[in-house]
């Protein structure tokens, strides 16, 4: 079997457990969460209103407003699901974990965006893969979350499966076609691609009717370079490898270009309109997950 094909193939037989582990933390962090609610045209009672200009009387609560001596509108909670599509960088790069006490970066991208999709699929929303042709469609049957891991998987076939010449570098050397209007876009990657086709990715998106999420994974040997002495650092998608004679001399140096390759990617997706939340590998998720929870509910 091929190293592309055996690599799909592992994490075909750890999907179980990343689906478990994401079920698991949604549970818990439904537990604490409190309902976030927005005026619609549900069943749910929400609160009470003033009565605006030209507001249809059918509206008007008549025994509330007998009681203020005010028009009172009864706003019931929003009861429309909205879509949000789940986006996972599948390149080769992202394959690999320091340590093999950690997740690798898909791993922990993967448990992170199946929790969010538990707790979505919780409050009635639609959730959906995208990819850079569009939609990706999931297998029929089944639960949903289920139905949402297999297509995980079967995006993991073609990504992991890339060749240097091909779309390895994908999501960011393709673009999204065919959206749906108004939903939400989470994409997990470790945004280590080339800048100008970051860019060149983040803009396209602020051109389409969605609201874009971007959730950068790193591993902790990215952020701190913890090596010493001699290294051969070899690459997964065909680049040249590059051998150090003494690692502990650039420590600095190093340190200095991821800080401001963050600070440049945290810019470049505020400049474009969308929202930034990062995530090592190490390091519980619920920080994350807590955080693109009210990111997402805030801009509904």
Not at 97 to 124: E, N, V
Request: glycine residues 6%; hydrophobic residues 45%.
């Amino acid at each position: 079997m091929p190293p592309s094909a055996a690599a799909a193939a592992a994490l075909a037989a750890r999907m179980p457990d990343l689906l478990l582990r994401a079920r698991q933390t949604a549970a818990t962090l439904a537990a604490g969460l409190h309902p976030q609610r927005r005026a619609g045209w549900g069943d749910s009672f929400w609160q009470y209103r003033p009565a605006q200009p030209g507001e249809p009387a059918s509206r008007i609560d008549w025994r509330q407003s007998a009681r203020t001596h005010h028009a009172q509108v009864r706003e019931k909670e929003a009861e429309t699901a909205q879509t949000v599509l789940l986006w996972c960088d599948m390149s080769p790069s992202m394959d690999w974990c320091s340590a093999s006490s950690i997740p690798s970066k898909l791993d922990s991208a993967i448990t992170l965006l199946l929790t969010m999709a538990a707790l979505l699929l919780r409050a009635g929303e639609t959730v959906q893969l995208a990819g850079p042709s569009g939609l990706f469609p999931l297998p029929a049957g089944g639960p949903p979350l289920e139905r949402l891991a297999m297509g995980l998987i079967a995006q993991a076939h073609k990504g992991l499966a890339a060749t240097p010449d091909s779309a390895a570098q994908a999501p960011f050397q393709r673009l999204p076609l065919h959206l749906p209007v108004r939903a939400h876009l989470l994409i997990a990657s470790d945004f280590l691609g080339p800048q100008e086709d970051i860019q060149s990715f983040l803009r396209h998106l602020a051109a389409l009717p969605v609201r874009a999420h971007l959730l950068a994974v790193r591993d902790p040997a990215e952020a701190s370079l913890p090596y010493a002495g001699r290294v051969l650092f070899t690459g997964l998608e065909g680049e040249q490898p590059v051998e150090l004679s003494e690692t502990t001399d650039i420590r600095a140096a190093y340190a200095s270009l991821i800080a401001t390759r963050e600070g440049w990617l945290a810019d470049t997706a505020t400049r474009y309109g969308h929202d930034l939340t990062r995530h090592q590998t190490d390091q519980t998720a619920l920080p994350a997950l807590l955080n693109l929870h009210t990111l997402m509910s805030h801009s509904a």
